[in-house]
């Protein structure tokens, strides 16, 4: 499995399912405060709902990117399903060499 992180907002970080899933694969879940998830820069899909709900307009792009850290890119916006929402960004791997 190629997943590095599954990522959302703070408000996220206690459940159970989650938090769950994440252990038993072995990937680490990282939250996010609106705050943070709204100075991401980009073109996200944005929702007056979530604005609403969370304070930020976009949750899972935003969290997404954040999470690949520097030179993320988001590669599949967000799809929406029974209440949830996915979005799936790449990561930039940065290899060095020494020389050696």
């Known amino acids: 499995m190629q997943i590095f992180a599954l990522s959302s907002i703070s408000q996220k970080q206690n459940e159970q399912g989650i938090i769950e899933w994440c ?9 996010y405060t609106a705050e943070e998830l ?7 899909t944005k929702s007056v709902f979530v604005k609403n709900q969370v304070g930020v307009d976009n ?6 990117v954040k999470a690949c850290g520097e030179g993320g890119k988001l ?4 799809v929406a399903e029974n209440g949830m929402t996915i979005a799936i960004a790449r990561r930039e791997w940065k290899v060095c060499f020494d020389g050696k």
């Open 23 to 31: 252990r038993t694969e072995g990937i680490p879940f990282f939250t």
């Open 38 to 44: 709204q100075e991401v820069t980009g073109t996200f």
């Open 59 to 64: 949750v899972c792009e935003r969290a997404a």
């Open 75 to 78: 590669i599949c916006p967000k």
